[in-house]
């Protein structure tokens, strides 16, 4: 029986090593994700006998001969021939009714196909693998590459209200650690799409060029997902200041609790103050009472200053908020949009069935 997934090797790039070398980018679409792996021809030699090996058989398919005095990287008509000749190969072992090739381990890690492609996680996992310097040449790929964007986008922003709501320092602390990997994680990805938006706009890679307006609504959704992006960079650093702060603020009033307390001693119904040298700091112990008086001016100053810094950074976090808000509006009113198309292009295809329906 024929593998479920389409294989195929549309163009080539070249590495950014010192030595250069060709690697030919394979492009896979699962039932539910597409993604782009790159593989040099030595890991094809590699993957042949390994095949061989684990199979018990050669495979029904024979790889380019290898060239001993040119090499594709000088030769566009050798690289050419070689991509071709790898596409047929690795197009024949995944349609051959013979499965046993297929189900090697050395198959699955050359292609980074999981064991089972409908488990959800295992798709996850399979999902980065453009993230190595693949380039994206693919329209299929960069949609599944924007809605991976997306989805880290939404789980930054999860793991910024679960640190929002957390009490705990340490909760907090792994909660935004989180949300700055899936930043990180974003920032990469959306640095990729950018980059696959040129590729695909242009011939230089000869795969499926987008039409202007396509290609201008899709950089519209990237430019949406970057603002998205920096306003939860944004929200993030304003959480850690205001953490910081909070801290400041909570060590100044432990301080001037300690600096300007004073036991209270019951005379006859009647409190008097003084100053106990048990209760005293190094600050402290040197100055008199006048001194103290002043100190403790000094850093109720202090605090106002860290409450206004304060106060701007709540500002900020309202700023953000709006922002958010009105991003989630436009967000809403695409996918609106998205659905009107969706519902417009399914009338057409009744229609066209029911006229197929009547010709046959």
């Not at 005095?69 to 013979?98: C, H, I, W």
């Amino acid at each position: 029986m024929a593998s479920s997934v389409e294989i195929s090797i549309p163009n080539t790039s070249i590495s950014s090593t010192p030595k250069p070398y060709t690697l030919y980018n394979i492009t896979l679409r699962l039932p539910l994700r597409s993604f782009i792996v790159q593989k040099r021809y030595s890991e094809f030699i590699l993957l042949h006998s390994t095949l061989t090996s684990q199979a018990g058989a050669p495979p029904p398919a024979t790889l380019p001969q290898k060239t001993w005095f040119s090499r594709t990287v000088s030769s566009p008509e050798l690289t050419e021939e070689r991509r071709k000749g790898l596409e047929v190969y690795l197009q024949t072992l995944n349609k051959a009714d013979n499965q046993r090739w297929r189900n090697t381990s050395a198959w699955r890690t050359f292609l980074n196909i999981p064991s089972n492609t409908s488990s959800k996680s295992s798709l996850n996992s399979t999902l980065h693998v453009t993230g190595h310097g693949a380039p994206i040449t693919d329209p299929v790929v960069w949609l599944d590459q924007y809605r991976e964007l997306k989805s880290q986008l939404h789980d930054a922003r999860l793991n910024l209200t679960r640190r929002d709501q957390a009490t705990a320092a340490k909760s907090q602390h792994e909660a935004g650690s989180e949300a700055k990997k899936y930043l990180v994680r974003a920032g990469s990805t959306v640095s990729a799409l950018e980059q696959g938006l040129k590729n695909l706009g242009s011939d230089a890679w000869g795969g499926e060029k987008l039409r202007e307006g396509e290609l201008r609504r899709r950089k519209d959704l990237l430019a949406s997902a970057r603002r998205e992006k920096e306003g939860l960079e944004n929200l993030l650093s304003a959480m850690i200041t205001k953490s910081h702060l909070d801290q400041t603020v909570a060590a100044a009033q432990e301080k001037a609790q300690l600096i300007g307390s004073s036991n209270v001693h019951q005379n006859n119904g009647k409190p008097t103050g003084g100053r106990v040298l048990g209760r005293e700091t190094d600050r402290t112990r040197v100055l008199d009472n006048q001194g103290v008086l002043q100190l403790q001016k000094q850093l109720i100053e202090e605090q106002d200053e860290d409450v206004m810094i304060l106060a701007k950074a709540v500002a900020r976090q309202k700023e953000l908020g709006m922002a958010i808000h009105q991003e989630l509006k436009v967000q809403n009113e695409m996918l609106g949009m998205l659905d009107e198309d969706v519902d417009r292009v399914q009338g057409k295809l009744d229609v066209a069935q029911k006229r197929l329906a009547k010709i046959s």
